[in-house]
């Protein structure tokens, strides 16, 4: 099976996260999409929400398709959650499967900066999904023995995480922005405000 690994904060899921695993997959001919919540992102400041009501939002917003799934690889580890770990760990769950990692054009250059990320290259393809207003990026391995770097084009939405939470806590609509099921679970957890 050919398995696309979308992680991140996920602070919330939003639609453009949604277009680019089907830009993904569409593009790939992923047989599925699994996005994998991190508990404690090791590159940036801590997430405003609890690993668990990210995670049960990931699950509201992929509920609705048939080849996306949700798992919690890395809610299951203490420490930060690092991309090679968790590679590491499908690749020893899912010895069978075609791994490759999905970022967006604009992680794809801190990537080299990563833990590890020479095994993180030879431990599944990359592709780089182009988000809007990102030139085309160089996607050129870079390490020798790099299993494939791809760059996918294709419909993408130019949202963030971070004008949805400044949204929320206006007290604005994120209507269209995020799934229903996700805005409304916003505001009954009251997240963001």
């Known amino acids: 099976m050919r398995v696309g690994v979308l992680g991140g904060t996920f602070d919330p899921i939003h639609l453009g996260h949604l277009r680019a695993a089907e830009t993904a997959r569409e593009g790939l001919g992923l047989d599925l999409v699994a996005f994998v919540p991190s508990a404690v992102p090791p590159h940036r400041t801590g997430p405003l929400s609890a690993a668990l009501d990210r995670f049960a939002m990931v699950c509201l917003a992929s509920a609705g398709h048939a080849h996306f799934v949700v798992w919690d690889t890395e809610l299951k ?3 930060p959650s690092y991309t090679v770990d968790t590679l590491a760990a499908l690749r020893t769950e899912r010895p069978d499967d075609d791994l490759v ?3 967006g054009s604009d992680t794809w250059p801190e990537m ?3 833990r590890e990320p020479e095994r993180i290259f030879s431990l599944a393809e990359v592709a780089v999904v182009v988000r809007p207003g990102q030139p085309a990026p160089d996607t050129t391995p870079p390490f020798p023995g790099a299993r494939g770097v791809v760059r996918v084009e294709g419909p993408a939405l130019a949202i963030s995480a971070t ?5 929320v806590r206006r007290g604005e609509s994120v209507r269209y922005l995020v799934p229903d099921p996700v805005a409304e679970y916003v505001t009954k957890r009251r997240l963001y405000a």
């Open 77 to 79: 580890r203490s420490g």
């Open 101 to 103: 990692l999905v970022v």
């Open 112 to 114: 080299t900066g990563w």
């Open 163 to 167: 004008s949805i939470r400044e949204r």
